[in-house]
């Protein structure tokens, strides 16, 4: 990609992140610089503008296809009249963010982990996001009036818990702050001696890798063990650009992991799945986890069935290398639930089953003590 666009922003500089954020599209024109727009696609934009923000950057519009509006691209971050269906059992946080909230952000879910919600805004607005109330909401967010409250409760936390080894920073996208401000917190983490991994949850590697700067990357650098986990969904969003972005954070001992979220006419079918991981693995960014999309309110409408995962995940599991494959879960209140069916069953002696869908018993294998149900 050029250091230039040749979008209607002539004041844009392409390879500047900051200058990416200030030229986010944010409105209806917007979008038709970029787009041939359906006039569902106008409508739906008209009718969540009162709900839910609009916001994609310069670098993610410019891989949609502009006369297809079943991108995958415009799927996730362009506003669909779905999105205010109301949907049985729909809820605004169902994985339990507010209900394990132990400050104004950190959140305690795990023992010896937590999250910290370091901030409620994001380059781009997935469509999909699980906390979509808390960014792109207009009612408000997780934070309320205390968006600004300062640091002290939350990093006096951390420290009065030592079962906490694990911090992830998430919000919100981590990395839409400053390096200098996002070395604040990660600097005052390390001065925690129980917090042995910080992690940082962020998704610009797919949607604005020019914030993956080198002067990012070596202040991270300084304050090892640094993991990042991304989010891409699509091997559409697997671009050079992409790849440089995770290259960099390589090359700097941090290991990138990929949690993608299974989303109905976007990437929920064997083929499409597996053109992604192994692209994935191509760019040396490991698969993490393949999350059943959360029965968020205005997010609904993504969800497949459980049924159509478990078909995805017999897909995969066999054809493809073991590292390449994630874990099929749905975060709940009680925690991430795999969905992945029980290839052992303790029944007749006990008997397993392969990726062919091939059956053996292990009474013949195994000796008859280590097989549940048998005792020594």
Same mark, same amino acid.
């Given at each position: 990609? @050029?250091?230039?666009?040749?979008?209607p922003?002539?004041?844009? &500089?392409?390879?500047?992140?900051?200058?990416?954020?200030?030229? /986010? $599209?944010?409105?209806?024109?917007?979008l038709?610089q970029?787009? +041939?727009? %359906?006039?569902e696609e106008?409508?739906?934009?008209?009718?969540c503008?009162?709900?839910?923000?609009?916001?994609?950057?310069?670098?993610?519009?410019?891989?949609?296809d502009?006369? +297809?509006p079943?991108?995958?691209?415009r799927l996730? #971050?362009?506003?669909?009249?779905?999105e205010?269906?109301?949907?049985p059992?729909?809820d605004?946080?169902?994985?339990?963010?507010? $209900?394990? /909230?132990? %400050? +104004?952000r950190?959140?305690?879910k795990?023992?010896d *982990?937590?999250? $910290?919600?370091? %901030?409620?805004?994001?380059?781009?607005y997935?469509r999909h996001?699980?906390?979509?109330?808390?960014?792109s909401d207009t009612?408000?967010?997780?934070?309320?009036?205390a968006a600004?409250? !300062?640091?002290?409760?939350?990093f006096?936390?951390?420290e @009065?818990h030592p079962?906490i080894?694990?911090v992830l920073l998430?919000?919100?996208?981590? =990395?839409?702050l @400053?390096?200098? *401000? =996002?070395? *604040?917190?990660?600097?005052?983490l390390?001065?925690i001696?129980?917090?042995?991994i &910080?992690?940082? !949850? #962020?998704?610009?590697?797919?949607?604005?890798p020019?914030r993956i700067?080198?002067e990012l990357?070596?202040?991270l650098?300084?304050?090892?063990?640094?993991?990042?986990?991304?989010h891409?969904?699509?091997?559409k969003?697997?671009?050079?650009?992409?790849?440089?972005?995770?290259?960099?954070?390589? /090359?700097h001992? $941090?290991?990138?992991?990929n949690?993608t979220?299974?989303l109905k006419?976007?990437?929920?079918?064997?083929?499409?799945?597996?053109?992604?991981?192994?692209?994935?693995?191509k760019? /040396?960014?490991?698969p993490?986890y393949?999350?059943?999309?959360?029965?968020v309110v205005?997010?609904?409408?993504f969800?497949?069935?459980?049924?159509?995962?478990q078909?995805?995940?017999?897909?995969?599991?066999g054809?493809?290398?073991?590292f390449?494959?994630?874990?099929?879960?749905?975060?709940t209140?009680?925690?991430?639930?795999p969905?992945?069916?029980?290839q052992y069953?303790?029944e007749?002696? !006990?008997?397993v &089953?392969?990726? *062919?869908?091939?059956?053996?018993?292990?009474?013949?294998? =195994?000796p008859? #003590? %280590?097989?549940e149900? +048998?005792?020594?």
């Open positions: 990609m @050029s250091t230039t666009t040749s979008a922003q002539s004041t844009l &500089v392409w390879s500047d992140w900051r200058s990416q954020i200030q030229h /986010r $599209i944010t409105t209806l024109e917007g038709r970029w787009v +041939n727009l %359906t006039p106008e409508a739906a934009v008209a009718a503008a009162d709900r839910y923000q609009l916001s994609i950057t310069p670098y993610y519009a410019s891989l949609m502009r006369d +297809n079943n991108c995958p691209v996730q #971050s362009m506003p669909a009249l779905q205010l269906a109301v949907f059992n729909s605004n946080d169902p994985v339990g963010d507010t $209900i394990y /909230r132990k %400050t +104004n950190v959140v305690h795990y023992p *982990r937590v999250i $910290i919600l370091v %901030t409620d805004l994001c380059p781009v997935c996001c699980t906390r979509k109330y808390h960014t009612e408000g967010t997780y934070f309320g009036d600004s409250a !300062g640091w002290d409760a939350d006096a936390y951390i @009065s079962e080894r694990d998430t919000g919100g996208d981590p =990395l839409y @400053s390096d200098t *401000r =996002l070395e *604040r917190i990660i600097s005052r390390r001065q001696p129980h917090v042995e &910080v992690r940082i !949850g #962020s998704r610009c590697p797919v949607f604005l020019q700067t080198p990357c070596a202040m650098e300084k304050y090892h063990p640094i993991w990042l986990n991304t891409f969904n699509h091997p969003e697997i671009t050079p650009e992409a790849a440089a972005a995770c290259d960099r954070l390589l /090359r001992g $941090i290991p990138v992991q949690q979220v299974l006419g976007i990437n929920d079918s064997v083929e499409t799945m597996r053109a992604l991981l192994t692209g994935l693995l760019i /040396r960014v490991r993490y393949l999350y059943h999309c959360d029965n205005g997010v609904s409408h969800m497949t069935t459980i049924e159509k995962g078909e995805i995940m017999r897909g995969l599991i054809f493809m290398t073991g390449a494959v994630p874990q099929y879960v749905l975060t209140p009680l925690g991430k639930i969905l992945w069916e029980p069953s303790p007749d002696g !006990g008997s &089953v392969n990726y *062919r869908g091939e059956r053996m018993s292990l009474k013949d294998f =195994l008859p #003590s %280590t097989i149900g +048998n005792q020594p």
